[in-house]
């Protein structure tokens, strides 16, 4: 009989390529930003396919083009797109802040066309606003404990176009917010505005975050679209929210990490009986066998041979 892992042991010990100064930083400010992540070609590929989807999809959907627009399991929408799921430079360190036991419970394609200069008269993450302040996890129905959000994902976003100038419609997230109470019982925020970051990175830069952050968006007052990648990370106990299965053109010619991430599980069993017959069958998903956690193996392999990147 194959060896059932206890939760705590679907995990590996120590880090395999996080640093101590950007584990301080991701465990304190809730985000840590990778630059260079992503080669200029690497770079160059991704928006070749950004762009032949935003086109395909504005004119399926007859969209304006000044419209911003977005598209969820991009995993399922293009193969370039589903080879970022275990990208060398990243999942390393998504191991290192998430453990082995983890799959993609979303993924989307952003992109933001210039707005006009009217849109920067709004105050940044005001409720009547284009965009919003919020925290990803009340979203989806995560519960808290006195305000304050569990951590449940990370996700790691791949900024694809210039996002240096102050309103090009970078991401703005605030310094903390995942460990503290959020919002008082009237639903007002209760960060401070000192914390606010603007995230004014070059393309190829990627940020790995905590999705309990508070954050919003700037308005892109830039000449060019905002375009960017976004793949979430949870526990396999946590169902994921853009999929029920993938398709099976989505898992076709996949290795067993990238199917592990795409929601799969081994055999395709997702029930335990364990040793004893009185017990209820559990998911494999949250008391997995060995042969379900591929990426463990391949954790323990990286620890012992780090791979250059």
Request: with cysteine; aromatic share 8%.
């Amino acid at each position: 009989m194959a060896t059932v892992l206890s939760p705590a042991a679907a995990h590996v010990d120590g880090p395999l390529l996080i640093t101590p100064e950007q584990h301080r930083q991701f465990d304190e400010d809730g985000f840590v930003l990778i630059e260079d992540a992503l080669t200029q070609e690497e770079v160059a590929e991704l928006l070749e396919v950004v762009d032949e989807l935003d086109t395909r999809y504005r004119t399926e959907r007859n969209l304006d083009p000044q419209e911003a627009f977005q598209i969820r399991n991009i995993v399922a929408a293009h193969p370039r797109f589903r080879q970022m799921i275990d990208h060398p430079r990243i999942l390393p360190l998504m191991v290192d802040v998430m453990g082995v036991n983890i799959h993609i419970r979303t993924s989307h394609m952003d992109t933001r066309p210039p707005m006009p200069t009217t849109a920067a008269q709004q105050e940044l993450g005001a409720r009547d606003s284009f965009f919003p302040f919020h925290s990803d996890g009340p979203n989806f129905g995560w519960p808290t404990t006195d305000g304050v959000v569990p951590y449940m994902e990370a996700k790691v976003a791949y900024y694809l176009t210039d996002l240096t100038a102050h309103n090009s419609g970078a991401i703005v997230v605030v310094r903390g917010s995942h460990k503290i109470r959020q919002k008082d019982d009237q639903g007002n925020w209760l960060f401070d505005p000192a914390d606010i970051v603007e995230v004014n990175v070059r393309p190829g830069t990627a940020m790995i975050w905590r999705t309990a952050l508070v954050h919003a968006v700037t308005p892109n007052l830039s000449d060019h679209a905002r375009k960017c990648l976004y793949y979430g990370y949870t526990h396999r106990w946590v169902r994921p929210s853009d999929y029920d299965h993938q398709e099976a053109t989505a898992l076709d010619g996949c290795t067993p990490i990238q199917l592990q991430l795409l929601g799969e599980l081994g055999d395709g069993s997702q029930a335990y009986n364990g040793d004893d017959p009185l017990v209820h069958p559990i998911s494999r998903f949250w008391r997995p066998r060995n042969e379900d956690i591929p990426l463990k193996a391949w954790a323990e392999a990286y620890r012992l041979a780090p791979v250059p990147v």
